[in-house]
């Protein structure tokens, strides 16, 4: 079945510096969407990508997926206490309802 | 802005015991969707429902577990004889029509079994 791979696990960087997590699938994707979840919260929904290639950015946010609809990144610029959290990647399918989630990254910051 | 409610936050339960946990997902959605996060883990899919029946269904849903949309809001997942390895944080989420609409998920239900 379909698997999705994020690494790293775990990282904690020291405020100001930036942060990326990458997510690789074993199938193509016809999407993608990364989720945020805080401790003790549910997953938020950050942005979707869909096209090959793609680029999108939310402020201090870049989120690319590649080319060939496998993988995909998430880019946090100067990083805040604000963005501790576990992110998610979660891959959609055409040919199935639901999204298969990467394991996530587990973001620290340090103030 | 709408979202997508559970009910309870967190149920506990004794082994063997059958639990319902409830949803109400945005009105307009055409999907519903179980997922269950074991502590620490990542976010695994149970089941989906459109259209009064499930559409696909993970190899976690086994016969222990149900979901019902008894009325127009409502929508339920049931586990029969709860097991201790059912101990997790149950979401509900629910998107539109268009298979690239956003899943949003509600604020989860906390099951601990003893």
């Known amino acids: 079945g379909q698997q999705v791979m994020q690494i790293p696990q775990y990282q904690h960087v020291q405020e100001g510096e930036d942060f990326t997590t990458y997510c690789n699938s074993s199938?193509?994707?016809?999407?993608i969407q990364w989720y945020k979840q805080r401790p003790g919260g549910h997953p938020v929904f950050l942005i979707q990508?869909?096209?090959?290639?793609e680029v999108k950015k939310q402020k201090r946010l870049t989120f690319q997926f590649g080319e060939a609809k496998k993988n995909s990144s998430l880019h946090i610029t100067a990083t805040q206490t604000t963005d501790v959290g576990t992110y998610f990647c979660?891959?959609?399918?055409?040919?199935?309802?639901?999204?298969?989630f990467g394991s996530g990254t587990r973001l620290q910051v340090q103030p | 802005e709408p979202e997508v409610t559970q009910t309870p936050s967190h149920q506990v339960t004794q082994m063997g015991q059958e639990v319902i946990l409830r949803c109400v997902p945005i009105?307009?959605?055409?999907?519903f969707y179980w997922y269950r996060q074991i502590l620490g883990q990542k976010v695994e899919f149970l089941v989906s429902?459109?259209?009064?029946?499930?559409?696909?269904k993970s190899e976690i849903f086994d016969d222990q577990f149900s979901v019902e949309r008894p009325d127009g809001s409502n929508f339920t997942l049931k586990i029969r004889s709860t097991k201790l390895e059912d101990s997790a944080m149950y979401f509900c989420?629910?998107?539109?029509?268009?298979?690239?609409?956003?899943?949003?998920f509600g604020p989860g239900t906390r099951l601990t079994v003893l």
């Open positions: 989420a629910s998107r539109g029509g268009r298979v690239t609409d956003t899943q949003y």
């Open positions: 199938t193509t994707l016809s999407n």
């Open positions: 990508l869909v096209k090959s290639g």
């Open positions: 979660a891959g959609g399918n055409t040919g199935r309802r639901a999204l298969t």
């Open positions: 009105s307009n959605h055409l999907y």
């Open positions: 429902f459109y259209n009064n029946e499930i559409s696909e």
